[in-house]
């Protein structure tokens, strides 16, 4: 071997190295959210959809960074002919909050889903071949969104989404799949 190539290759693996030691560091200070009631593989289990009890799923996160004034949730799903269907908005949720338990509908104000138009979480049913892939999305707020103090089903996934687009810090996803 050229001892150009030999010292290319010796850089090349000094760089893998240190990028491999230095990337787990900070992945786990990263603003992070899981979920104890998500299967192994980020399955989602059929009690969270309309084939089981359709309650909403835990959720925790933590390493959000600092200056926090209050969070929102979002879970959607980008269908295969496009567009957005959503099935839970949250606002309103204290900053020192940092998990809402399944079925909660205690923490912040609720909005409605492209469902059933309903106020609350609206369970997703996966309809067709293949697993689906769902989002359930957590926003560090910066400040108070401009929507009702209140739970309300005129809240969409715009109007939460354009409320809180001057005040997210950042944001941390789960991406979780169920197929019927």
């Known amino acids: 071997m050229r001892p150009t190539l030999r010292a290319s290759l010796a850089l090349a ?19 992070t959210l899981s979920s104890p009631g998500i299967g192994v593989g980020n399955a989602f289990p059929a009690k969270y959809t309309c084939d089981g009890a359709g309650t909403s799923p835990p959720i925790t996160w933590t390493n959000a960074p600092k200056g926090a ?9 980008v269908p295969p002919e496009g567009g957005h269907h959503w099935y839970w908005l949250m ?11 399944a079925n909660s509908t205690k923490v912040g104000y609720l909005g409605g889903n492209s469902v059933n138009k309903n106020i609350g979480y609206a369970p997703p049913c996966s309809k067709g071949p293949g697993a689906k892939t769902y989002t359930i999305t957590v926003y560090e707020l910066s400040g108070t969104p401009n929507l009702p103090k209140k739970s309300s089903a005129s809240v969409t996934r715009d109007s939460l989404l354009s ?14 799949t169920y197929a019927h």
């Open 13 to 31: 693996a000094a760089l893998a190295s240190a990028l491999t030691v230095s990337g787990p560091a900070r992945a786990a200070d990263a603003f």
């Open 69 to 77: 004034k209050g969070y929102a949730v979002v879970m959607d799903h």
């Open 91 to 101: 606002w309103g949720i204290p900053a020192k909050t940092t998990a809402i338990a």
């Open 163 to 176: 409320s809180i687009s001057g005040i997210t810090i950042s944001k941390a996803a789960l991406n979780v």
